[in-house]
């Protein structure tokens, strides 16, 4: 588990599968008190949809924010929370190592206009991470291959997530539709992100100005 902070003190906060390296997006929020961390722990240990179904321990550090109320949501829902001694990032690696790819490869490059915008990249950051990024903790394999993923028929496309920033390529077979305009529609999608990119107010390619470490 962890918490990250940009610009005006927006904290983010991320929770991973060990054995899967699946990261769970909690939510964000300027102000990170009590009673938001506990509608995170209760949405976390939801019986229907938890993030946290069917899991015994949750590693944690020793920051405020997770709190003894906190805790004991936790383990009101059958989640253990185990605290990590001060000051030891190196028993939690996987997690930071998240964190450093979600700020070099995204953050770090964006300037975001409201939470909104910062909430739609980072979703867009975990779909890349999960489906389209490959681990060596997971013998560099994808958290959640796709249909392509082995396809040896088809036509290799660019995919791309924040207006190029994030790239895939593989093998993708054209709708029927477009088999006659797979050749350009790759352009058209550009131009339409381009369009919800101004919507949304985000501009690419910029450092953020009052990034904050932890």
Sequence with gaps: MDEER?????????????????????????????????????????????????????????????????????EQGGVEAVRLPPRSPNLSPHIERFMRSAKEECLERMIFFGERSLEITTAE??????????????????????????RTAGEVVCRERLGGMLRYYAEFLPMPSEASTNRWWPRKMGLLMARIWSQLGIVPGLEPHGFQER
Excluded: C
């Design 6 to 74: 940009v610009g005006n003190l927006i904290y983010l906060l991320f929770f991973m599968e060990l054995a899967t390296r699946r990261v769970h997006f909690a939510g964000l929020t300027a102000n990170p008190d009590e009673g938001w961390m506990l509608q995170v722990a209760r949405n976390l240990t939801d019986a229907e949809g938890g993030f946290l179904r069917g899991k015994k321990y949750l590693l944690m550090d020793r920051d405020a924010k997770f709190s003894e109320a906190f805790r004991v949501t936790l």
């Design 125 to 150: 950051f975990l779909r890349h991470y999960r489906a389209e990024r490959n681990h060596q903790g997971i013998a560099n394999r994808l958290i959640e291959p796709g249909e392509e993923v082995g």
